[in-house]
């Protein structure tokens, strides 16, 4: 039901820091819970972070933590991953989610997706 879409990625260098972000519409943001997940080529797409559906409660891919930070805010339907000191291997499309589940870590607790946006990191 809900729609999602994300902006913010981008051509970067190795050390750069991005912010993505996440609009969601067509459904009420507090009442989900919300993840960011990521798929580098060659690779299965992975968990990144998620955000209960109030924001008390973040959770961090163990490859992540450290260098990203999720928030939202529901007044604005909108949520957030920061980014910090990119690496190559970072480069990913990047794929924000919602769920009516409070497991935030798993593919498949989630109903709804956007499109993605990519982010490429360069040396």
């Known amino acids: 039901q809900v729609q999602l879409v994300e902006s913010g990625g981008g051509l970067v260098q190795v050390g750069d820091s991005l912010r993505l972000s996440c609009a969601a519409s067509g459904g009420s943001s507090s009442t989900y819970t919300m993840g960011w997940f990521r798929r580098a080529p060659g690779k299965a797409r992975e968990f990144v972070a998620g955000i209960s559906r109030h924001g008390t409660g973040t959770y961090y891919a163990e490859s992540m933590k450290g260098r990203v930070t999720i928030a939202r805010d529901n007044a604005k339907n909108t949520v957030y991953l920061q980014m910090n000191s990119l690496k190559p291997e970072d480069t990913a499309v990047y794929y924000c989610?919602?769920?009516?589940?409070?497991?935030?870590?798993?593919?498949?607790?989630?109903?709804?997706w956007g499109q993605g946006t990519q982010v490429t990191v360069s040396s």
């Open positions: 989610a919602a769920s009516i589940s409070y497991q935030v870590d798993s593919i498949g607790s989630y109903d709804n």
